[in-house]
């Protein structure tokens, strides 16, 4: 519904709210102050540490405000600092730094350049590329995350040689023995194109590879499996497995940093849903307000119920369109309430298994609502409930229309809870008992000293013993004294 | 703008429990219709009987427990469960006999349990056997398929509808002078008085693949069941294991003596095995529900069937089988895990 028309450009909000909090690491630091001029590209906060990356100015304008407020994160709305941005519509760039030579001076750039998993992980590019060790092969992943989503899919039929460009400069900096391409089946001329530009720019080493386009073939663990066979060890990530996945946004904003020097300000949404006018993908700046985003694409359309950032399987529900886009926002859904689940009711479970049939890690979502009902957390752990990616696959198939994400969820949470609290009390058992192991040793350390009292008594220094004795305690009533 | 906050998915969902139900239903139809050929409108007035009495049964079930009363009826659970008991249940009885088993099915086997998705044993094999257990007699009504030339007119429509309800046939007909057993009971009672095989399916019930018109009924019984695969109403494993077993034990054992063992074709179409394998072992409430459980469930399943009609008490032991395998879900539930995706094999 939004492929049918051209990548859409030339948004541009008269105010910007640029989130420190975009990537999956801390939140980057504030580097600006109100009322500073800055043009685009600029950065306007550093990395705050490891996993982090920098934040910059996605126009040119005046810091308006620095202040906290809702931002749409990968963990759901949570408050961040958010710089202000006023932009002036003159669109001045920064000059841009260079592509240095050496690699750790590579991915440091990367790093600053604000560089992040597009995909809608924002994992640290970066730190994904330094972290090589021991992984032989580079996944590509051209695969929609989620069957709404199309802005890849748009990004490789725009701009096919920057994608396959910073696919190759991605490789060099990993080592990466091979590298896999991954593409849907139904998008035969994103496939074209990124295999005409690999011709063109005469690469042999990349291998192409059709998927199945099955929700959720996009997402790192079952693409890791669908290409290798392999699977990525429960509770870590591709690594593990020997892979680095990387979406194809991503290598497009590596592209265009290695070429032009141009950091992440923009990125791709798809903008769809039937209560967007004209759903469209579309160029955005980092930061824009969803409000004006929906008004680039002809504003609201009919009743609209649900606005929802991501996709509708995995992507969670707005209050308000005043938030920004951040570099994880792939998506907006505009939903009337014709096209979006009610949860009117649910029948209790007919075990039918349709569930476990759909389920991606292959958990049993039956056993495991009953287990969580009853918050069973050993059931659960050995029915494997943190292995479940949260797909919502099972709530679609399930003929009794139970919530079952949301349960699962909720059981998470609970059991993070518990688990905080028995390890709570597993430290205070431990700090009491060392407190009562010093205690007997404080007792026993009297006992002797008394033990040597009594033996001395008699004894032809015992008068010296026992003057010793009492100037000890009296110091020692002294030294609490003054401790009173 | 505000909107509202619901979790995600936010995708619709694809099915829901009525629409499976219907699925069922519709999927019955074609066999429902070639029994009415066959065996006359028996079976419409029992399936109607059954609905009325399981509808019932469950409404007041549900007013004891304090539960909500009406999307339960409209679920189609109660519906499914008495239109599977008509299938087994003789063209010709007395209406108490589709109303005790649909009642037993719905107050002992469901709500006595908990309720839908709660109930341990199948429903309609649980009424199917209360019935079978208490009326003997009355559970081999069963007539004579048209086109067996046995000397006098089928029963119609409005002779079956008279013997529901008072119990007795016009013009002073002797119910044993209409029913027939079935081909399976025929097989039973000869092969104990020392016929052999060939005799007794020599005589006029008996012709194609099983018996004369239960080839028909259970041909379509076999395509309601791929219409129901093929919608992904049910999967393949529980079926195929089922009536893989039967073939299997079938084949071997007519391989070794034709004369006393019927061959794997017959225990296909006579009987209630296609019906057995489609529409009753993959009842989802009470079936095995990881694929390798559903696999044993069904293989389970259907050596029993071939076990109880060889050499057990019953001429047709479907319903047995099925009632003595959902004591072993929870086990298979619970020790067929798949292995989870990441875990170490
Ligand atoms: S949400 Fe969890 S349990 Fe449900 S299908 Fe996805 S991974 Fe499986
Ligand atoms: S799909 Fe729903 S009804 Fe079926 S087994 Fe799973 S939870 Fe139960």
């Known amino acids: 519904m939004s492929t049918g028309t051209p990548i859409a450009r030339g948004l541009l909000p008269e105010r910007l709210i640029i989130p420190m909090d975009q990537q999956a690491g801390p939140a980057a630091v504030p580097v600006v102050e109100v009322g500073q001029r800055v043009r685009k590209g600029e950065m306007i906060g550093r990395p705050g540490g490891l996993r982090s990356a920098g934040v910059h100015a996605s126009a040119s304008g005046t810091i308006g405000a620095i202040r906290e407020g809702p931002v749409p994160t990968v963990n759901g709305l ?24 050496e690699r750790d001076a590579r991915i440091d750039a990367i790093c600053n350049a604000g560089i992040v998993g597009l995909g809608g992980a924002v994992f640290s590019t970066a730190e994904k590329l330094r972290d090589d060790a021991e992984c032989d092969l580079l996944i590509l992943n051209g695969a929609e995350c989620e069957p709404y989503i199309s802005c890849d899919d748009m990004l490789m039929r725009e701009h096919p040689l920057e994608v396959v460009r910073g696919a190759l400069a991605m490789m060099d900096l990993t080592g990466a023995e091979s590298t896999v391409f991954a593409v849907e089946r139904d998008k035969p001329d994103a496939l074209r194109a990124v295999r005409e530009a690999a011709a063109q720019l005469g690469d042999t080493r990349i291998e192409f590879a059709r998927v199945p386009t099955v929700y959720p073939a996009g997402g790192e663990r079952q693409l890791v499996e669908l290409l290798t066979g392999r699977e990525v060890p429960s509770g870590s990530y591709p690594p593990a497995a020997g892979c680095i996945c990387q979406n194809v946004g991503t290598a497009f904003a590596l592209d265009r940093f290695m070429r032009r020097g141009e950091p992440l300000t923009s990125r791709i949404v798809t903008v769809t849903g039937n209560g967007v006018a004209h759903p469209a993908n579309v160029e955005v700046p980092i930061g824009t307000p969803i409000g004006d985003l929906i008004h680039f694409c002809g ?28 570099k994880a926002g792939n998506c907006i859904v505009a939903a009337h309430a014709d096209e979006i689940r009610e949860s009117t009711g649910e029948w209790p479970c007919i075990r039918c298994g349709d569930c476990a049939d759909v389920c991606p890690p292959r958990l049993l979502p039956q056993q495991l609502l009953r287990a969580a009902t009853v918050r069973d957390f050993d059931q659960l752990d050995s029915l494997g409930l943190n292995d479940c990616i949260e797909c919502g696959c099972c709530d679609i198939a399930c003929p009794s229309q139970i919530a079952l994400t949301e349960r699962f969820r909720q059981a998470k949470q609970a059991w993070a809870v518990v688990s905080q609290r028995a390890a709570m009390a597993d430290l205070a058992t431990r700090r009491h008992r060392r407190k ?3 205690l007997a040793a404080q007792t026993e350390d009297i006992h002797r000293q008394q033990d040597d009292l009594i033996a001395a008594i008699g004894s032809e220094d015992s008068r010296a013993m026992i003057e010793a004795a009492v100037a000890r305690a009296s110091r020692r009533r002294g030294e609490s004294d003054t401790a009173h | 703008m505000r909107f509202e906050l619901k979790p995600p998915p936010h995708a619709l969902p694809t099915t829901s429990v009525p629409k499976v139900m219907r699925h069922v239903i519709y999927a019955l139809a074609p066999a429902a219709f070639a029994h009415v050929w066959f065996f006359g409108w028996g ?22 427990r304090s539960r909500p009363v009406k999307p339960a009826l409209l679920d189609g659970t109660a519906t499914v469960t008495a239109v599977l008991l008509a299938f087994a249940i003789p063209p010709l009885a007395p209406w108490w006999v589709p109303v005790i088993g649909a009642v037993s099915a719905i107050v002992l086997a469901k709500h006595l349990y908990g309720g839908l998705g709660s109930n341990l044993f199948n429903p309609a094999m649980v009424g199917y056997a209360v019935l079978l257990i ?5 559970m081999t009504y069963w007539l004579p398929p048209r086109g067996a030339e046995l000397g006098h007119s089928p029963v119609g429509a409005w002779d079956s509808l008279r013997f529901a309800v008072t119990g007795s046939l016009p013009q002073a007909l002797a119910v044993d002078a209409v029913t027939q057993a079935t081909p399976l009971d025929l097989v039973r009672e000869g092969l104990t008085s020392m016929q052999t095989l060939a005799e007794v399916q020599a005589g006029p019930l008996f012709g194609g693949m099983g018996g004369r018109g239960w080839d028909w009924v259970n041909s379509l019984i076999a395509v ?4 129901l695969l093929f919608r992904g109403i049910i999967r393949w494993h529980i079926p195929v294991s089922m009536l893989a077993a039967i073939v299997v034990l079938a084949a071997v054992f007519h391989t070794i003596d034709a004369s006393r063992f019927a061959s794997a074709s017959f225990h296909l179409f006579s ?4 019906l057995g394998a489609f529409f009753i072992a993959t009842d989802p409430v009470s079936a ?58």
Not at chain 2, 43 to 64: D, S
Not at chain 2, 224 to 227: A, D, I, R, S, V
Request: with cysteine; charged share 15%.
């Open chain 1, 78 to 101: 949570t408050t961040s600092l958010c710089v202000h941005l006023q932009t002036d519509g003159r669109d001045e760039q920064a000059p841009s730094e260079g592509w240095p030579r």
């Open chain 1, 299 to 326: 504003g609201y359309r009919g009743d609209v119920t649900r606005l929802i950032l991501g996709g509708n399987m995995m992507g969670y529900a707005l209050p308000g369109d005043d938030l920004p886009i951040t």
């Open chain 1, 436 to 438: 009562l192991a010093r």
């Open chain 2, 43 to 64: 079976i419409c007035i029992n399936a109607l009987i059954a609905t009325a009495a399981a509808l019932g049964a469950e409404a007041l079930m549900l007013r004891v």
């Open chain 2, 134 to 138: 208490s009326f003997p007699v009355e």
């Open chain 2, 224 to 227: 309601g069941g791929l219409y």
């Open chain 2, 271 to 274: 009987g209630a095995s296609l």
């Open chain 2, 288 to 345: 095995a529900t990881t694929n390798r459980g559903r696999l044993i469930y069904g293989a389970g399943i259907g050596i029993l069937v071939y076990a109880i009609r060889t050499w057990g008490g019953y001429p047709d032991g479907v319903a047995f089988a099925v009632l003595l395998m959902n004591a072993t879900v929870p086990l298979l539930d619970r020790y067929t895990r798949p292995r989870i995706y990441g875990r170490p094999r």
